[in-house]
């Protein structure tokens, strides 16, 4: 079975641009979770989502969007990007909803000039 | 607000010996899962052991052991015959048990390890 997918691997953007980054999770899982992580701040929730709907949220300004699709594939989206958005952004899939193990990609190296 | 602390920024153990990383957590909740995940520098994050605090006993994972204790809000993992190839960044991470939280991973901010051959 395939493990979760991330695209693209690496981006590059400049400041006040828009991004949005792609992530298929393993096939049969319905719930995805993202994860920002940054040298300073560390490994941080941005939301999560089961069966197209957003479930939870972290503290993150309203220019970090998501969303995930009938096929529980999910994007999240940055609009106006800046500099401290520069970040491994981590996608997470699991089976379920309560308990079960997630399974993490390999990551989406943002770096914002 | 759950919190993860990792007190250890970097650790060092010679090849085949024992390591133990410490992780304390607050929290008010009375069930929830605990996780130690391994982050080599492919930056993959690899679930390495996970314990659900209503189980007393302490999980265990081939070389990889927990020492759960949940008075103490204390997580610690320990590595024995410590290999090369488990060299990596370890994080420490608490994930709620209830409906609302289910997913989210509060992380610790890691200690790095190396092992020295």
């Known amino acids: 079975k395939a493990g979760v997918t991330q695209t693209p691997r690496y981006l590059i953007k400049t400041r006040g641009q828009q991004v949005t980054l792609s992530c298929s999770p393993i096939s049969g899982h319905r719930s995805v979770s993202w994860y920002q992580q940054t040298p300073g701040q560390g490994l941080q929730f941005l939301f999560e989502?089961?069966?197209?709907?957003?479930?939870n949220k972290g503290n993150f300004p309203g220019r970090f969007s998501g969303r995930q699709f009938s096929n529980s594939r999910s994007e999240m989206n940055v609009s106006t990007l800046e500099l401290g958005d520069s970040a491994l952004y981590l996608c997470?899939?699991?089976?379920?909803?309560?308990?079960?193990?997630?399974?993490f990609g390999p990551g989406t190296r943002l770096t914002v000039l | 607000a759950q919190t993860v602390t990792q007190s250890q920024p970097e650790m060092s153990v010679q090849e085949a010996e024992t390591v133990t990383l410490s992780c304390t957590y607050d929290?008010?909740?009375?069930?929830?899962?605990l996780f130690w995940y391994k982050q080599p520098p492919s930056r993959q994050m690899i679930l390495v052991i996970r314990?659900?605090?209503?189980?007393?006993q302490n999980a265990t994972e081939n070389r990889f052991s927990v020492n759960f204790q949940k008075a103490a809000k204390s997580f610690s993992l320990k590595i024995s015959d410590s290999q090369l190839g488990d060299a990596a960044m370890y994080f420490c991470a608490y994930r709620s048990a209830i409906f609302q939280g289910a997913q989210k991973l509060v992380f610790g901010q890691g200690t790095r390890l190396t092992i020295n051959p």
């Open positions: 997470a899939s699991s089976p379920r909803f309560v308990g079960d193990e997630q399974f």
């Open positions: 929290t008010s909740e009375s069930d929830y899962y």
């Open positions: 314990q659900e605090a209503y189980k007393q």
């Open positions: 989502y089961f069966s197209e709907t957003q479930r």
